[in-house]
């Protein structure tokens, strides 16, 4: 059955509710702007500098979307992962299990599977080849950007829907500082975090060490046994060095690590998680289990003419779980999942010194940057899943277990990139890119039954893929702050192979798109208020989609299924009305859905709308700020809700989440040494099921499914110098 989508009335609504925001902050904003005869104003929107094109740039002069998360949004929203940070962002979601390696972006409608990701996350300039790895505590986190559409022109294979940068704050040559913060919460929640930084020498050497650790009672309860099951603890550090021998090199490293150990996964039966939230019975509680360990090496020249940069990285991850696979009281079947993977990469790049372009004629100047890009990524699998007696056939009356998949994928890559942007008349910047890719891969897939019910099945190939992807961009700045730009995009995704896959399904093929995207940029009121709207449309061809192998109970593989296109509009605002009033929100509408044709399982979906892509995403908010005794302290208060229309959960439109809002409030007053503050997340304690997929005759609704985050609240103190 295909559910109605009756998104549209809400979705005017909210725009309805955007708009007053909207007017009222430009009204109040220009009415203190300065005129004629009178003093500057005395406050803006503080400014951004992002990387979304490799190099430091103003995003709003750039002609692609991208929303900034900056470190105050960080420590004034309390927020600690990706995603919490996602909701500031239109049209972007995340699909999250409780367990933490399990956290898929998507943009626009564009997602994908955690082993060949869609959008990617880069930590430092680190893309994380493996979506296990892109969800983790932030440890001393600077700044988050959310650049959509896609970015596979600079940034190679796994940039086709966007990308995530996450950067780390930059250790001090001149001053110390240091931070110690602790919250508690409810479900027995509590959380340490601190960190130092400052100079070893003056000027030229600087460090800076953060250490977290956390902990909380899980959400969803056991029925069976009365125990909670989706408990979560977590250590985490980070340390750096930053040494600047010149003023025209510097080098940095990072190392970062967290260990997890966590409850089981929450899922159950869809049906009886509407009827009664956060409750399941089964008769076997596992775990989940995570280590990471990265470094990063950044290497970093500026020249008089020329800038050269070097970003190293090593990733290595580690994952262990257990689970109950049938998610009822009886023993039937359960998993152990043991996932490994390191990885290298390793990009040189070169471009014009920020102050240096290339003078073409008295009007006309050409930035310019190129380079390479090199990766290896070994990933290993080892999957067990444990039948009882009798369970797969009554003519085995006796445990089986069967190995699915034992797997071995080798990948090796290389891109070679570069971009030009001539700027003419210092009104119209024309930039055009191109990237070649080249990766090659070998997979080793074995999948047996001990005891040897069936012949084993054995699998040994090696495939390579390589495309060119070009990018081309226009934008015209017809005012000081205000530009209008039209891109056009290319975005890839390479083939690989599934671990494991019903057969016949081993290897899937390359993913394309074309983007087409339109967009204005606004400051006004003197840099006060920042106002972006964008258009776009993606035209998909072989479109990648992760699904559930109803076959083999959790078990999921990657599926060429076709075309489809996604269209939509969004629209930004930042504005500081006063200064300490700043007003934020955003809204995005997506319409994704599959083109003629298309098949999914050996079943069409032409015309069905592509899963869990909300309809339309947004968010609201307010920064309330007072300063007291003279200013030795800060009064300060946040309100704000997110915003979800309905989506699908799976291709066929089967099942799907009907739309729903959270709303986070926090306040606290602030000194020049210690902090203490209040915190609810999740307000009105709204129900939701963020994720579900069909699971077959185990379940009774034949979906499985988690909940959201219920209601938590807590306090904070901290001290910092």
């Known amino acids: 059955m295909v559910h109605p989508r009756p998104c549209g009335l809400a979705f005017v609504c ?108 880069y930590f430092d300039g680190v893309p994380q080849l493996n979506a296990n790895t892109s969800s983790i505590d932030f440890v001393d986190v600077d700044q988050i950007e959310f650049v959509r559409g896609p ?113 089981d996964y929450a899922l159950s039966d869809l049906g009886g998680l509407r009827q009664n939230p956060y409750h399941t019975a089964r008769d076997f509680e596992g775990f989940t289990h995570r280590d990471i360990f990265g470094t990063t090496i950044l290497n970093r020249f500026e020249g008089a003419s020329l800038t050269v940069s070097a970003t190293t990285g090593f990733v290595d991850w580690k994952t262990v779980d257990s689970t109950d696979l049938d998610y009822t009281p009886l023993p039937l079947v359960t998993r152990d999942n043991t996932e490994e993977s390191f990885q290298f990469t390793q990009e040189v790049r070169v471009a014009n010194a920020a102050n240096a372009p290339i003078a073409l004629s008295d009007s006309v100047a050409l930035k310019w940057q190129g380079g390479v890009f090199f990766f290896t990524q070994n990933y290993e699998q080892n999957a067990t899943r444990n039948f009882s007696a009798g369970f797969l056939s009554s003519f085995l009356p006796f445990p089986v277990t069967q190995t699915s998949p034992q797997a071995d994928l080798d990948d090796v890559g290389i891109g070679v990139f570069g971009q030009g942007v001539i700027t003419v008349g210092q009104r119209v910047d024309l930039t055009a890119g191109l990237r070649f890719d080249h990766e090659q891969k070998n997979a080793t897939l074995n999948v047996f039954f001990t005891p040897a019910i069936a012949p084993p099945q054995q699998t040994v190939a090696d495939e390579g893929f390589s495309n060119v992807s070009p990018q081309f961009a226009a934008a015209f700045h017809f005012q000081p702050g205000r530009t209008v730009y039209v891109s056009v995009a290319d975005g890839y995704k390479a083939g690989g192979f599934n671990a494991a896959s019903p057969p016949g399904t081993e290897m899937y093929g390359e993913e394309h798109t074309w983007n087409f995207e339109g967009g204005v940029k606004t400051m006004w009121a003197n840099g006060r208020v920042a106002a972006n709207a964008a258009v776009f449309h993606i035209d998909w061809e072989d479109m990648q989609l992760n699904l559930p192998n109803l076959f083999v109970p959790g078990e999921f593989y990657i599926a060429n299924v076709g075309g489809a296109t996604s269209s939509g509009v969004e629209f930004e605002l930042n504005a500081r009305v006063h200064p300490n009033v700043d007003v934020f929100g955003g809204v995005g509408y997506t319409k994704a859905e599959f083109k003629d044709d298309s098949i999914s399982g050996g079943l069409p979906v032409d015309g069905n709308t592509v899963p869990n892509t909300p309809d339309y995403t947004a968010s609201l908010g307010i920064q309330l700020s007072r300063n007291l005794s003279q200013g030795r302290a800060t009064l300060y208060g946040r309100a704000e809700a997110t915003f979800s229309g309905a989506f699908e959960y799976d291709d066929l439109n089967t099942e799907r989440q009907d739309a729903y809002s959270l709303a986070n409030f926090r306040a606290g007053v602030r000194g020049r040494l210690v902090f203490v503050e209040g915190w609810i997340r999740n307000a009105f304690d709204t129900k939701y099921i963020p994720v579900a997929f069909a699971y077959g005759a185990l379940a009774p609704s034949g979906f499985i499914g988690e909940m959201g985050r219920p209601r938590t609240f807590g306090i904070s103190a901290g001290v910092g110098f």
């Open 14 to 121: 909210l725009v309805a509710a955007c708009s007053p925001i909207l007017l009222t902050s430009i009204a109040w904003a220009q009415s203190g702007a300065s005129q004629p005869g009178q003093a500057a104003a005395t406050f803006q929107l503080p400014p951004l500098i992002v990387t979304a094109q490799k190099e430091p740039a103003d995003p709003q002069s750039l002609p692609l979307s991208v929303t900034t998360v900056a470190k105050p949004t960080l420590q004034n929203a309390g927020i600690a992962i990706v995603s919490e940070a996602g909701g500031y962002s239109p049209n972007v979601s995340f699909t999250e299990f409780s367990a933490r390696k399990l956290s898929n972006a998507r943009f626009r409608g564009i997602g994908a599977s955690p082993a060949n990701p869609s959008i990617t996350t």
């Open 151 to 263: 970015q596979s022109a600079l940034f190679g294979r796994n940039a086709l829907g966007g990308l995530i940068n996450v950067t780390s704050a930059r250790p001090s040559l001149s001053d110390w500082s240091g931070n110690l913060s602790v919250p508690f919460a409810n479900s027995d929640a509590r959380d340490v975090r601190g960190g130092v930084s400052g100079p070893i020498v003056a000027n030229t050497l600087g460090m800076g060490v953060s250490l977290q650790y956390g902990q909380r009672d899980g959400y969803t309860v056991n029925d069976l046994t009365g125990n909670d099951l989706d408990s979560r603890s977590a250590f985490a550090g980070k340390g750096q060095l930053l040494w600047t021998p010149m003023p025209s090199w510097e080098t940095r490293v990072i190392i970062s690590g967290e260990r997890d150990r966590d409850g």
